[in-house]
């Protein structure tokens, strides 16, 4: 069945038919029109190979996109064929299903857990309407799906697919008076039971020449005593799987008996007694040894597996608790069921505590354990301590991109879905807290951000804080302008920020927590209007004057908190609030501070207050001048500093100053800061230059006859590099046309 969760290799690269199948998929209704009835269908009716009909359908199935509308591009069978059909989780009506998968010539159909609306009676009467699909049907999975209600008779039955060879009925309301008709199918040869309502198996008797595989997992309401039970399983002669596990530990002896009852069922080769009690090593090994043939045996939860022979390394595959290879063929068997999938990983915890090496075979499995229950608390919580263990330190540097962009994503839904439970958000945030997967892996950081800030408001454990405000500000450099200024736009954020950076002033203490979350609201700050007033509305000016008087030889403190008033100092309408004396005191002498950083930004604050002309400033006039001198002379004397100092998302806030030809201080802070970054990362800094008008605006400056001597060297330094930058990579400069649009 093409229904699959995982990719075999995140290791490579996507293959491209399924990238191709992604974006038709996720972009249908650019390919198509709506009929009148709201479905869709394709505009050109193109002959498409019948695997890729097969696999679109499983492909908008896993993602969530087959629904009424989107099910239409399947009514055409001529252009669209499908034979291996994967429904499963879809929200279609019967009559969605009806009209466009039931006129197909299908081999199979998977309609696991699909939604409500589409009943059993409904999937059987439209199959039944295909004469077809009567002969042609081998395999049908209905797991999870629901009967028809009381009141209403089931009119149509599985007898009408004659041609059915595989069924599969787990978790669903399905009683005797249905098994009578299923056993009746001339050509079943595998049958699952799990967790239905059956009381009794004799009906299989009828099955006992043809059937093969036999699931019956935690058959919840059978009546049968163990030796009625034996005595229905032992005659089924050609038998070569059969599943009795039970992860609901039932008292039941059937597993124990069953072993020791030489000479029954000779043929097969996989048995599984998962759960189930008073299963010894030895019992299993002698049941084993009597049929050679057997490359299965399932022993979770049991009280075996713990010898050599049952280590699942050879032939003998073997579920269990005892060896790594056994856990994993656990998870890789049982991903569908939730208890056996808590069994194994709370046992792969253990394992993975220790581990050295990078394990992505590991890693894919624990995926598809928290892919398969996503509301289910208690495999969320080992599965996510499973994913720190797997990927903390170095060991995250040796998984796939791909892999671990699906894991993170999980982990994100993890913490969406249980908000409130503290060991679970911890797990989280533990393994987010990784740079290979905050600074390389893709996943939605402005949702991470968000959830990670929930938490942070909710709890004041000081080890998961300190972790939270890092992931925040490295998240918030990584968003996009627009997010950045929707994140900070949150009251809640900036305040808790601040009550965090209070607490720090006051305790004096100078730790990881307080930088990062001076980090995290420098990053959320910038280019963020909203989010400086929030800052400005919350005291947050008064706390930063403290928190620079509280450590004034800290210069990596100095740095980040200049460095957010920077972004301040740009929203001109908040000028007014930084024209303080006392503010422009402590400025002033940090302008002169020995360390280039902290320097650079006490300058890059005076610039923008000083860039308005006389009218706006508020304070003394002599003063102005007075600062206006001492930043010009500063910025003549900062040595070229050995890496980059500063990051920067656009250049927009530097070109008023560019245009600032009275006061060639404020000039020259701006053109000082465009040429470092451009000298140190011509390739991100020279692009964005180029794109957002920069060329022109320097060549203004450097033509202008007003400007000042040392603003023409550093514009001219820049407009080469740009130059090399072009010659190098043939970009345009953009058009003033392009900049209007």
Known sequence: ??????????????????????????????????????????????????????????????????????????????????????????????????????????????????????????????????????????????????????????????????????????????????????????????????????????????????????????????????????????????????????????????????????????????????????????????????????????????????????????????????????????????????????????????????????????????????????????????????????????????????????????????????????????NCLLSLCSDRILQEVPFNRFEAAKLVMQWLCNHEDQNMQRMAVAIISILAAKLSTEQTAQLGAELFIVKQLLHIVRQKATQGVVDATLKFTLSALWNLTDESPTTCRHFIENQGLDLFIKVLESFPIESSIQQKVLGLLNNIAEVGELHVELMVQGFLDHISILLHSPEVEVSYFAAGILAHLTSRGEDAWMLNRELRAALLAELHDVIMKWPAPECEMVAYRSFNPFFPLLECFHTPGVQLWAAWAMQHVCSKNAARYCSMLLEEGGLQQLERVHTNPQTHKDVKLLAKSILESLQRHRARTGQPAATIASLRK
């Open 1 to 426: 069945m093409a229904c699959s969760f995982l990719n075999t290799d995140e290791a490579s690269p996507p293959a491209l038919t399924d990238l191709c199948l992604t974006h038709v998929s996720q972009n249908l209704e650019c390919f198509c029109v709506k009929r009148p009835d709201g479905s869709l269908c394709f505009r050109e009716a193109v002959l498409s190979p019948q695997e890729l009909a097969d696999q679109l359908l499983a492909k908008m199935a896993t993602e969530g996109l087959l629904n009424d509308s989107t099910v239409g591009v399947f009514r055409n069978c001529e252009y669209l064929r499908l034979r291996r059909a994967c429904i499963r989780t879809a929200r279609i009506s019967a009559e969605a299903f009806q009209k466009a998968l039931c006129s197909h010539r299908l081999l199979e159909l998977d309609a696991a857990r699909v939604n409500a609306d589409l009943t059993i009676p409904d999937i059987l009467q439209g199959l039944a309407s295909n004469k077809y699909c009567q002969e042609s049907l081998q395999r049908l999975v209905l797991t999870g799906l629901t009967m028809s209600s009381l009141e209403e008779p089931i009119r149509h039955r599985f007898s009408s697919l004659q041609g059915l060879r595989s069924l599969s009925l787990a978790n669903v309301d399905f009683y005797d008076s249905g098994l009578v008709d299923v056993c009746s199918l001339p050509r079943l040869e595998s049958l699952d039971l799990s967790n239905t309502s059956v009381t009794n198996l004799s009906p299989l008797l009828g099955l006992k020449e043809r059937l093969r595989s036999l699931t019956l997992h935690q058959l919840k309401r059978l009546e049968m005593s163990t030796a009625q039970l034996l005595g229905v399983i032992g005659q089924l002669d050609v038998l070569q799987h059969l599943d009795i596990s039970d992860d609901k530990q039932f008292t039941s002896d059937v597993a124990r008996q069953l072993l020791g009852q030489p000479g029954i069922l000779p043929a097969l080769v996989s048995l599984d007694v998962s759960g189930r009690k008073q299963v010894t090593d030895a019992a299993v090994k002698a049941f084993v040894e009597e049929r050679p043939g057997m490359t299965f045996v399932g022993l979770l939860a049991t009280d075996a597996g713990f010898s050599d022979f049952l280590s699942g390394e050879g032939t003998l595959k073997v579920t269990g608790e005892a060896y790594e290879t056994q856990i994993c063929e656990a998870l890789r068997r049982y991903s569908e069921r939730e208890g056996f999938v808590r069994e194994a990983l709370f046992h792969l915890f253990s394992l993975t505590h220790v581990m050295e090496k990078p394990r992505p075979d590991i890693l894919k499995l624990v995926v598809l354990g928290m892919k398969n229950h996503p509301a289910t608390l208690n495999v969320q919580l080992a599965a996510s301590a499973c994913v720190f263990n797997l990927t903390k330190q170095d060991l995250a540097a040796g998984m796939p991109v791909r892999l671990l962009s699906t894991v993170t994503q999980l982990l994100l839904e993890a913490m969406r879905t249980f908000p409130n439970h503290q060991q679970l958000q911890k």
